[in-house]
């Protein structure tokens, strides 16, 4: 696999200015293998690494606050989008609650949701803007007023996801969500023969067709199956 900046150079420049100009506290590098993201966690290989000091207002706080961050770009940016690692005292490396999970892992949120709002063809300072500081926003929050903001949350993963999901496909039971998001997962467009997975005993073309499409139309295959591997791997640990 070969990483996105190979080739496209045009697009690593891009985003490097369009970084320096709006933030100017944090850099984009191409980082060497070992590179620490953050005191637990180093690259394995290459890659292109957002990094630096955010600073943002957060409503209710009267001062400005700044946090260490380390964005991630996949090896295949923007099909998929960046991942965030915390790198800042003030933040727990490892909690559920505060959405921070093993090395620091930001749980940004949804997955299909984060392509909603970061649509294709945005840039990373429009992810940090638009995913990155609404999650540090409610970070120092929690800290400031030992609560949740009153601007909310979803539910903490698996059913965060499955909420999202619930409403995006006008469905109730899990079980039946998951099979909906196991066909959306699929690289090929499912066939009209095959029965629905809603169970009514139809077949595909007689009975959620459509709704399947129109979903296909806004939510990448292999985002959903990133969703559906994050539930699966919740579930195995219960
Ligand atoms: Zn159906």
Redesign the pocket.
Known sequence: MVQWYKNNQRLFREEREALAARFPLMQLILAKPEFKMNSEFSLKSECAVAYGTYELNVPGMCQEIDYKISVLFPEKYSKNPPTMYCNDEKLPMYNIDRHILKNGYACLGVQAEIRQKWPQGSLIVDFIENIIEPFLAWQAYYDEFQKVPPWGERSHFPDGILEYYAELLQLSESGLIKDFMTLLARKNNPKGHEF?????G?R?R????E?IDNVRKIINWEVVGLDLKQINSFESKK
């Open positions: 629905c997975p809603c169970q009514s139809k595909l007689h009975c959620h067709r709704l």
